[in-house]
Each structure stands twice: as C-alpha cells, then as structure tokens.
C-alpha cells in the first residue's frame, strides 16, 4: 500500500498533505509534470477534508494542476480539476459556479462513456437546482441517473438519487413524496450494506415522520440508526 493511499485510507488529512508536500519538496523537477499536477491536487483535496479548501495554498494548487494538464493536452486531469473545484464551490453553497464544473466534467465522462460518473454527476447538478423552477429539468436528470443505476446494476446510486429526491421533497414541503423517496433509499442501501447511505436517509426519514407527528415511527427510524 503507498503512503497517499494510507492517509487516504485513514483519513489522516493533515498527515496526507505534509506527505504530498514533502513529496513535492524532495522530487522537485525530476517529477513528470503529470505526476506534480496530481500531487497538487492532492494537496488541495486534503486541504477541503481539513475545512481549508479555500485556503490560498489549495486555490494556488488547483490553479496549478490545471495549468499542467491543460498544457499537457490531459483532459481526465483537467476534469479531476474542473471536479474537485466543483465540489468545494457546492460546499461553499456556490450552488452556480459548482453546477458548470459539473456541466463540463459530465461533458467529458459523456464522451469516454462512464455510466457511474454520468449517473453521479446528475446527481450532483440536480442538487444545485435548487429553485423550484427547476424541478422539472431535476426530475429528467434523476430519472436518467436512476436508469443508468438500475440497467447498469448500481445500487448504491439508486440510493443516492432517491436519497437526493427525498431531500428535494423535504425542501418543498412534499412530505408524503419525500418519504417515499427516503424509503427507497433505504432498501436499496441496505441491499449492499451501506451503513452510511442507509444510516443518512434513515435519519433523514425520522424527521420526516416526526414533522408528520409520527413520533413513535420516527423514533424507530432513529434506533435503528444506532
């Protein structure tokens, strides 16, 4: 196992990004340019997990690593980028500028045929809509992503998108709806044994019930979190 992949794999960030920096620091030039882009955008990855993904050092190194693969015609590199970038902004609540990355990292996994990523990505820039102008344009981007998840065998998608249907629904009062969708998270986490997905709409079923005043129910939902 490398090192990167231990801190990844412990959750050591702070561990993670002094590697990446030393790593950086004792290589220097002799490093291929791809594999210092990739180390800088390491750097920045860790940096989001510690809070401190608007930090200068990690803009900086995401600016970097862009450059680098843009210059050297790398256009997963350039994606990773576009991706990772697109995250932070979603996290910042940047809810526009993280749909674009989005938009032009779906545009590339469109064009080299990722099923997963395609799927995962309509996820994620349905979560950036959230103007009930846009339910109908969220409604085809989820049922796309749930015929992707379901033709191509991915539950742990199918959870998600219900999951994020279920939050949609919430937001806007549906409670009915939301609890449907909520439930249908649950039974397709739980067919892979996915403490986290089944753990996150659970709970997320609770308060749906609770807001019901279905106290009873909503407690067992809490429960059977524990």
């Not at 989001?48 to 600016?63: K, P, V, Y």
């Amino acid at each position: 196992m490398s090192l990167h992949t231990y801190w990844s794999h412990r959750a050591l960030s702070s561990e993670g990004r002094d590697w990446h920096r030393s790593f950086l620091k004792a290589a220097g030039e002799r490093l291929p340019r791809n594999a210092i882009a990739a180390s800088m955008l390491e750097i920045s990855e860790y940096s989001a997990g510690l809070g401190q993904g608007g930090s200068a050092e990690a803009i900086a190194c995401q600016r970097q690593a862009f450059e680098i693969y843009q210059d050297l015609g790398d256009r997963k590199g350039e994606t990773d980028v576009c991706f990772s970038i697109g995250m932070r902004q979603a996290y910042m609540g940047l809810l526009d500028d993280a749909y674009a990355n989005f938009m032009k990292v779906n545009e590339y996994y469109r064009q080299t045929d990722h099923p997963y990523m395609i799927a995962f990505l309509l996820i994620l820039m349905s979560g950036c809509l959230l103007d009930v102008s846009h339910d109908r344009t969220c409604e085809a981007m989820y049922m796309k992503a749930l015929e992707i998840a379901r033709t191509k065998h991915m539950p742990s998608l199918e959870g998600l998108a219900f999951m994020s249907m279920g939050e949609r629904a919430h937001r806007a009062g549906l409670l009915e709806l939301a609890e449907q969708h909520f439930t249908q998270s649950v039974a397709a986490y739980s067919g892979i044994d996915s403490p986290w997905g089944t753990v996150k709409s659970r709970s997320q079923l609770a308060e749906v019930k609770r807001l019901q005043g279905d106290f009873d129910m909503a407690q067992t939902h809490l429960y059977a979190c524990l």
